[in-house]
């Protein structure tokens, strides 16, 4: 079989042991890798309803096809497991060298189990097909921020090696701590890191041996006019000089950037935190392995340290906090790096926070732009040291309900999953986006909202949705699969035949947008029975955007008065799941779950609601 390693290394923390077993080949063909290979491992080993932080969750690292080939941007890893901060499934792809390794030791996923008893870190190696597993003590490493821990394996082992490892939020639990890999990487947002906290796991450190096998040799010469093909587009230039970043000034102009937790769509200093203000202070660039369109930007923070930006990192702690300083900005996103933490959640936790402490509801507040204090309560917050930082680790939903009713009606999550940077006052596509996104209010798997903006964004209309699922079957189903960045894709635009032609020169195997759209719809439709199964039950409550969006209208700004309606909402999410073979309540129908060779799912599901 070319295209995949055909092996898959199970690792028992309890037990301390590991066995290298064979991948199925119809594993392979039916879900691809990546997020697929991670959703059917969770639906078939994880006991239905169990705490996500016990031993018996399942922490999967995974890779695609293409993973580490030699095409733009294939250094990316999916990691993935029950998810402490929702509850349900949630996965993250981030850029790490461990992905390049397990591709070199022909590793299509890692299922790591159980719990350590004491501090650990896993040293993995292979010559050919055997593989040595090291569990090493951590306890000098537990503590340690981010950076320190890569520096201190490095030494150890060699700058040579792939790793992945967590932060002392991770350690500590803290619902939204991420993986973090090359000090600035950080994926997982739903608490994937805490999730490898909860075992007792510091880190995974491993030195992969080998070439990766591809159906077609042709594909080096296909992979490097890919890559001149992305480089060549006139999009290129501009990109590497602000990557992301310059979605701040374009939010803004769209009235779209979040601001006071969402309640604007625009920030007075939006062009201090910009993406020209980012090109004017870049010191230099980071990218995850075999990058060509690094998307770090990195510029001295108000500790005059070296802090990597992306967009959605300014936004949600410079706008939507009002704080309006890049230096500031930088260093609580140093913090996040260091301390092993999503800012998108941070961001969203501290807002939350600032509206609850206006609106009277917190004993020790935080005021609107109180940088110091957002320094304070993000430490807080990681070490969980204080009340307001234990009650914020646990996420905006668990917070607002512990604050009462009216706390709700501001927490803004999806699911449970804080939201990224984009207002949707007037946006009720990208609203949809979010809350139909697999893992709760993330724009991974459609960011629907440029398209909208230039759309029309007040329509309600079932080319809104049609769209959108188009955007999920590429999104979730071709870049969380195959395991490569999407950006030469979406942001300057590489023609997605490119990724068919390498697909097939690496498999072997032909892909286009139908069998895209089989395989997306069956690892859409499985993760919905994951999340209803978790639950217990379904309501289309849970596909909702926060009430804020539909009660309280922008205040200022061009679009004054904009909010969302309910009803319009209402229609486009029924379409949606009529487009996707779901009932009104969000739960797959039988007929559906038979059509895409998932029979396998009705006994389990139809044991804990009632399938039509
Ligand atoms: C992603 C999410 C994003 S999405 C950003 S900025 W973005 C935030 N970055 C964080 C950070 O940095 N530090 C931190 N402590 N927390 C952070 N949280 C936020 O995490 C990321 C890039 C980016 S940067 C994006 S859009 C693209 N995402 C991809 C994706 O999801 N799939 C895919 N096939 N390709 C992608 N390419 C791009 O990769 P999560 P990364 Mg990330 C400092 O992981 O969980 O998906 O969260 O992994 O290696 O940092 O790459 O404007």
Redesign the pocket.
């Known amino acids: 079989m070319f295209g995949w390693g055909g092996h898959i290394l199970r690792i028992d923390l309890s037990r301390r042991r590991y066995v290298v077993q064979s991948l199925d080949p119809s594993l392979a063909q039916n879900y691809i890798g990546g997020r697929g290979f991670a959703i059917k491992t969770l639906w078939d080993e994880l006991p239905p309803g169990i705490d996500p932080l016990s031993p018996l969750n399942k922490l999967i690292l995974a890779v695609g096809p293409l993973t580490a080939l030699p095409i733009p ?1 294939s250094g ?1 890893l999916l ?1 993935a497991a029950k998810s402490p901060l929702t509850g349900g499934y949630g ?6 060298w461990l992905a390049v390794h397990m591709r070199r030791a022909d590793l299509d996923m890692i299922i790591i189990e159980g719990r350590a008893e004491k501090p650990t870190y896993l040293y993995i190696e292979n010559k050919g097909e055997e593989f040595r597993v090291d569990f090493n003590n951590a306890d000098d490493l537990w503590g340690l921020d981010s950076f320190t821990t890569e520096d201190r394996l490095k030494k150890v082992h060699g700058s040579d090696v792939g790793m992945v490892l967590i932060g002392p939020a991770g350690e500590r639990l803290v619902r939204f701590a ?1 993986i ?3 000090k ?7 608490g ?1 890191g805490a999730v490898m906290g909860s075992k007792n796991l510091k880190a995974v450190v491993m030195r992969g041996h080998g070439d990766i096998k591809v159906a077609d040799p042709m594909l080096r010469k296909i992979g490097v006019d890919a890559i001149v093909a992305t480089k060549s587009k006139p999009g290129y230039p501009f990109w590497m000089r602000q990557g ?1 970043t310059s ?1 701040v000034e374009w939010a803004q102009e769209a009235s779209v950037l979040p601001t006071y937790n969402y309640s604007e769509g625009q920030f007075d200093d939006y062009e201090k935190i910009g993406g020209f203000s980012v090109e004017k202070n870049k010191i230099t660039t980071k990218s ?1 392995p075999q990058c060509v369109m690094a ?2 930007h990195v510029v001295k923070d108000a500790e005059n340290e070296p802090a ?6 300014i936004a949600m702690l410079g706008s939507n906090l009002g704080i309006g300083d890049l230096a500031k900005v930088a260093h609580l ?1 140093r913090i ?2 260091m ?8 961001g969203s936790s501290l807002g939350f926070a600032m509206e609850a402490s206006e609106k009277g509801l917190l004993k020790e507040g935080i005021e609107w732009g109180d940088y110091k204090r957002a320094v304070d309560v993000a430490m807080d917050i990681a070490l969980q040291r204080t009340e307001l930082g234990r009650l914020l680790g646990k996420g905006v939903r668990a917070a607002s309900m512990e604050l009462g009713q009216e706390a709700t009606e501001f927490a803004m999550h999806v699911k449970g999953l804080e939201i ?1 940077a984009y207002d949707c006052h007037a946006a009720p596509g990208m609203a949809l986006a979010f809350s139909t996104s697999p893992i709760g209010a ?3 798997d459609a960011w629907l909202i440029s398209w909208e903006v230039q759309r029309g964004r007040f329509d309600y209309t079932k080319d809104k949705v049609e769209k959108l699922v188009e955007m999920q079957n590429i ?1 979730g189903g071709l ?2 699969t195959i ?5 030469p894709w979406v942001e300057v635009g590489l023609e997605l035949d490119w990724y068919f032609r390498l697909f097939k020169a690496a498999t072997g195997m032909d892909m286009n947008m139908d069998i895209l759209s089989t395989i997306n719809n069956r690892i859409y439709t499985l993760i919905r029975a994951f999340w209803v199964r978790e639950y217990g039950h379904w309501d289309r409550a849970y596909d909702t955007p926060p009430v804020k969006w539909f009660k309280r209208p922008l205040s200022r700004g061009p679009l004054k008065g904009a909010k969302l309606d309910y009803d319009g909402y209402q229609r486009m999410l029924s379409w949606y799941y009529e487009l996707r073979g779901w009932d009104e309540r969000g739960i797959p129908r039988k007929d559906t779950l038979r059509r895409l060779d998932l029979d396998f799912v009705i006994s389990q599901l139809g044991s804990k609601v009632n399938l039509n």
Do not use: W
């Open positions: 941007n990316k990691v996965d993250g792809n981030i850029g790490s991420t973090v890999a090359q600035g990487r950080s994926g997982g947002r739903p994937i992301t979605t995850c998307c770090g990597e930006l992306d967009y959605e990192n996103n996040a790096d301390m092993g933490m999503d800012t998108i959640s941070l990224s993330h724009h991974k999104r870049f969380e395991v490569t960045c999407r950006f």
